[in-house]
């Protein structure tokens, strides 16, 4: 019997038209079967379902994997080739986002007889909408950054590195319990917070600096996503002016998003807060994003995104201004669209985090 969520994979393949499909997606595999591994290739037709590995993973497969046959890979051998026969395959479904050009060649040399479709994001959109485990996942990866954030804070002060606080930080997430964090850690201060994804350097953190942290957690599959900046005792007046607009633009979104709202909308309103405040060519990059397997996931919130927020997404809202040669503030929540409302699920506050220096 297959899983609910292999069986809208089915329903896809039926409504194109297609014999099957064949996905390589890593985050795509763990959703739909748990397998999580570096090499795996996933193959569904007609009610049926393999996992194909390598011989890393065999053992880990045949013990973790409950909905599909679990066959190992062998250097020059034909299985998926074997499986379309089997199946009597004219058209393959493929998650084209997760092939390189070359996997794509080798799999057209190997399957001269079928024709390949590409997917475009018909397998990301089934994991846009959470189930109630995985907003428990969610929840525990909130947990354990949110508990080793507090655990640091007192450690960001005048005089550390921004290697040092990121490095402490993900120190802390792993020993509170983390597999890992979700992505490479942020920590900018200074007019490096103008900076939206710098990396960590040897700069000494001063007094009078903002400094943006931006972290998250990978706990059981699932991922967490929160940016605070922090303000090192008295800054300048700009930094806290941007600091509150910033923060009113993160609350209107968290107050305005509700489920059936196109997506663009929510970015059009938190971004047009931001340009009313004068702030507007600072502001560069989308609203937020979903979240769940994946850090970034659909759906993209930004002001070309399609579609409406559903009930069950878990979303980031993520504003921020960022002035060269000055500094920046980011400010970013994890929130979760209800049926009638949104509930933020990321726990420390945002409102002017100040240590006194």
């Known amino acids: 019997m297959l899983n609910k969520r292999i069986e809208k994979v089915t329903g896809i393949v039926n409504n194109m038209g297609l ?8 985050d795509n595999i763990f959703y739909l079967t748990g397998f999580r591994g570096s090499e795996a290739t996933l193959f569904i037709s007609r009610g049926e379902v393999f996992l194909l590995t390598d011989f890393r993973y065999i053992t880990y ?29 004219k058209k393959l479904g493929f998650d084209g986002a997760h092939f390189t050009y ?12 079928i024709e390949l479709i590409p ?43 921004e290697k040092e606080i990121a490095r402490t930080l993900d120190y802390t ?15 900018a201060s200074g007019e490096r917070s103008a900076l939206p994804h710098a990396t960590p350097t040897e700069k000494k953190l001063s007094k009078g600096e903002p400094v943006i942290i931006d972290f998250g957690v990978q706990k059981n599959g699932y991922c967490s996503d929160e940016t605070c900046t922090i303000l090192l005792g008295d800054v300048n007046g700009k930094i806290s002016e941007i600091y509150n607009v910033v923060n009113d633009a993160r609350m209107l979104g968290i107050e305005k998003a509700k489920p059936g709202m196109p997506i663009k909308e929510l970015d059009m309103i938190v971004r047009g807060y931001i340009e009313k405040a004068g702030y507007g060519m ?59 409302d949104v509930k933020v699920l990321t726990k420390i506050r945002k409102d002017m985090l100040t240590i006194s220096v």
């Open 19 to 26: 014999d099957g499909c064949v996905l390589k997606g890593l």
């Open 61 to 89: 497969a045949k013990e973790t994997v409950k909905d599909a046959h679990v066959y190992e890979i062998k250097k020059n051998n034909e299985l998926l080739r074997e499986l379309c026969l089997k199946f009597e395959v």
């Open 102 to 113: 070359n996997m794509y060649e080798r799999f057209k040399n190997s399957l001269k007889d």
């Open 119 to 161: 997917f475009k994001d018909e397998i990301e959109d089934i994991r846009k909408c959470k189930d109630a485990d995985e907003i428990g996942l969610i929840l525990e990866a909130i947990d354990i950054a949110t508990n080793a954030f507090k655990e640091i804070f007192e450690e960001i002060r005048p005089g550390r590195t």
């Open 173 to 187: 997430m792993a020993r509170l319990g983390a597999d890992k964090p979700s992505f490479d850690t942020i920590v």
């Open 282 to 340: 600072y502001f560069g990059h989308g609203t937020g994003h979903g979240i769940g397997i994946a850090v970034h996931e659909t759906p993209a919130i930004n002001t070309t995104s399609e579609g409406i927020l559903e009930e069950n997404m878990v979303i980031t809202i993520e504003p921020g201004i960022y002035i060269p040669h000055i500094g920046g503030v980011r400010l970013e929540d994890m929130v979760f669209i209800g049926s009638t």
